[in-house]
C-alpha cells in the first residue's frame, strides 16, 4: 500500500469509446503525475500537476486530457485511442514540488488495452 | 541526446550478490534515483545519490561516479522476493527525470 491508489486496475476499451482513468493519493501531496509504462521502454512522462494547476505537459496526443480537480485527485480521460496507446498507466505522487529531487510514490497502475 | 543505459533481464541465485549496473548521459545532473517494481506492483523508491560514494541501506547499496555517468545498484543475500524490475533514472539539470528501461532481476533458488 503505498498511499496512491490507481482505478481500474484493468480497462478495456475500444478506439471510439471514451473512459477515464482515477488516482487517488492520500498522503498530502501537492504534486501528482501521469506516466505511460510500455513493456521494455523507459517510463515517460504524461503530465504533471502542481497545486491542481498543470505545469508540465510533454506533447501528449490530444486523445489523452487530464483533470485535476484538488490536490488528492488525478483523471485520465481517454477517447478514440490507438491500440499503441494500450500500456499501464501510473500515476504518481510527491510531496516536493516539480524541480525537487524528491521521491515519487507511485501508484500501482491502470493496466489498458485497446482494441 | 539523454539516454539511460541499463541491461535489460539478470539471473541471480538465492544468497548470492548481484550488481545492476546504469550509465546516464543527461543534460546536467541533479542525482540518480533507483527503483523497484515487482510486477504487477507499483515502482517503490530505493536510494537516491547525488555525491559520488556508496550508500548502503541494509542489504541494498547504491553507488555512484559522476565522472564516469555511472551507477550501480548491488544486492546482497538475495532473496526470492528480490525478484523484480529495477528503475535507474537520472535528474537532469532541469530537474527532469530521465528514466532507464529497466532490469528484470531473476532469483533462482
Known amino acids: 500500500e503505498t498511499g496512491v491508489t490507481q482505478t481500474p486496475r484493468h480497462l478495456v476499451m475500444g478506439m471510439t469509446n471514451k473512459k477515464s482513468l482515477k488516482c487517488e493519493q492520500h498522503?498530502?501531496?501537492?504534486?501528482m503525475y501521469w506516466y505511460k509504462q510500455s513493456a521494455k521502454k523507459p517510463l515517460e512522462l504524461m503530465f504533471v500537476?502542481?497545486?491542481?494547476?498543470?505545469?508540465e505537459n510533454n506533447s501528449v496526443p490530444s486523445r489523452f486530457s487530464p483533470e485535476c480537480p484538488n490536490s488528492s485527485h488525478l483523471f485520465l480521460h481517454l477517447h478514440t485511442l490507438q491500440p499503441e496507446d494500450s500500456a499501464l498507466y501510473l500515476c504518481?505522487?510527491?510531496?516536493?514540488?516539480?524541480?525537487?529531487?524528491?521521491?515519487?510514490?507511485f501508484g500501482e497502475g491502470s493496466r489498458l488495452t485497446v482494441l | 541526446g539523454q539516454n539511460i543505459d541499463q541491461p535489460t533481464e539478470m539471473t541471480a541465485t538465492e544468497g548470492a550478490i548481484v550488481q545492476i549496473n546504469c550509465t546516464y548521459q543527461?543534460?546536467?545532473?541533479?542525482?540518480l534515483f533507483w527503483y523497484q517494481q515487482h510486477a504487477g506492483e507499483a515502482p517503490t523508491f530505493l536510494s537516491y545519490?547525488?555525491l559520488d560514494g556508496l550508500e548502503e541501506k541494509g542489504r541494498f547499496s547504491s553507488f555512484l561516479s559522476r565522472s564516469k555517468g555511472y551507477s550501480y545498484l548491488l544486492l546482497k543475500e538475495l532473496q526470492m522476493k528480490d525478484s523484480a524490475s529495477y528503475l535507474c533514472?537520472?535528474?537532469?539539470?532541469?530537474?527532469?527525470?530521465?528514466w532507464g528501461a529497466g532490469t528484470k532481476l531473476i532469483i533462482k533458488p
Open positions: 504518481a505522487s510527491s510531496p516536493d514540488p516539480p524541480g525537487a529531487a524528491g521521491e515519487l510514490f
Open positions: 498522503l498530502g501531496h501537492n504534486a
Open positions: 500537476y502542481s497545486l491542481e494547476e498543470r505545469v
Open positions: 543527461t543534460s546536467g545532473f541533479n542525482g
Open positions: 545519490n547525488v
Open positions: 533514472a537520472s535528474m537532469d539539470s532541469n530537474y527532469q527525470l530521465i
